[in-house]
């Protein structure tokens, strides 16, 4: 177990609507990261967060948005949601907000668009 | 344009033996590489991470190297298990921007 919880673990849903994902990171962990994990394109990296403020983007589409709160829990927003979209989301922390920073990765949500 | 391929893309072993991963990237400028490991439907758990100026890193049975001049790096697996049946990734950092190149990773399984 990483430490790093993420809600729902499955989520059917059907083209056009939206849905968030939950994550919280572990204790005392400032930084955040969302990842998508398609079978044919492996992981990619989407935005990182560190103590609230955006930190890094990747490969994140303009229908997708993500914020970390006070509490430093982050939620990622889907919307417009395409069958496409169908992947693992997982969220990692890491206790700083650089690149050699360890990062621990939760168990993901499943995300299926009908 | 910046890239990590892995290789084989799978392997198939017996319980006991060893085997290697390989890892090529084409990042620049380098900040560090990557090992995770990854069972099926889970989150990946880092194995081992390195910088430029370390060439081999061990992990219990697994021992990462890396040759920045050649931009390669390998896993080694010593003594198979078969709770070793997991995806392995190779990620890079560059230091120029902020994101982490994945690659997709060999599916390695270990057979009694």
């Known amino acids: 177990d990483s430490g790093v919880t993420q809600t729902p673990k499955h989520l059917i849903t059907a083209t056009g609507q939206r849905v968030t994902l939950r994550c919280s990171p572990r204790s005392g962990d400032l930084s955040v990261y969302w990842y998508q994990q398609s079978l044919d394109q492996g992981l990619q990296f989407l935005i990182q967060?560190?103590?609230?403020?955006?930190?890094a983007k990747g490969n994140i589409l303009e229908r997708f948005s993500a914020q970390q709160f006070p509490d430093l829990h982050s939620e990622l927003n889907l919307s417009s949601l395409e069958l496409g979209d169908s992947a693992l989301y997982f969220c990692?922390?890491?206790?700083?907000?650089?690149?050699?920073?360890?990062?621990?990765f939760g168990p993901g949500t499943r995300l299926t668009v009908l | 344009k910046n890239q990590v391929e892995q290789s084989p893309q799978s392997l198939i072993i017996l319980e006991g033996k060893n085997c290697t991963l390989q890892c090529n990237y084409t990042v620049s400028p380098f900040s560090n590489l990557r090992w995770y490991k990854q069972d099926t439907g889970r989150g990946p758990v880092s194995l081992t991470i390195m910088t430029f100026s370390e060439n081999t890193k061990s992990n219990g049975r697994y021992t990462a190297t890396l040759d920045a001049d050649t931009k390669q790096s390998s896993l080694h697996i010593t003594a198979s298990q078969l709770s070793d049946s997991a995806s392995y990734i190779c990620v890079v950092s560059s230091q120029a921007g902020t994101a982490l190149i994945f690659g997709k990773g060999t599916t390695l399984s270990v057979s009694s």
């Open positions: 967060y560190y103590n609230g403020e955006e930190r």
């Open positions: 990692a922390s890491s206790v700083g907000g650089t690149k050699v920073n360890e990062q621990f």
